[in-house]
C-alpha cells in the first residue's frame, strides 16, 4: 500500500492532498490586469501551506488569460 504511505507522510509533513475530481470554483471579481489593463478576472483562493498560514488567491484576466496571484 504505498499510496497510502505517501497519504500518511503527506499528512504528517502537513501538506493539502488534492484530489483528481475535486472541482474548483471560480468567481469573477473586478481586478485590474497588471498586464494588459483588462478590468476583470476569474478568482479561486487555496491553502498553499500549512492551515494555519494564509490563503493564496489565483487570478486569471478574463481578458487574455493572464495569471497573477497573492498571498
Request: charged share 30%; with cysteine.
Amino acid at each position: 500500500m504505498l499510496s497510502c504511505a505517501w497519504h500518511d507522510i503527506r499528512r504528517e509533513l502537513g501538506m493539502e492532498i488534492i484530489e483528481e475530481h475535486t472541482v474548483m470554483e471560480y468567481s469573477k471579481v473586478n481586478k485590474k490586469c497588471e498586464k494588459c489593463g483588462h478590468g476583470e478576472a476569474i478568482y479561486y483562493t487555496r491553502h498553499m501551506r500549512s492551515v494555519d498560514k494564509g490563503k493564496t488567491t489565483f487570478y486569471t484576466c478574463t481578458g487574455y488569460g493572464h495569471p497573477s496571484q497573492e498571498n
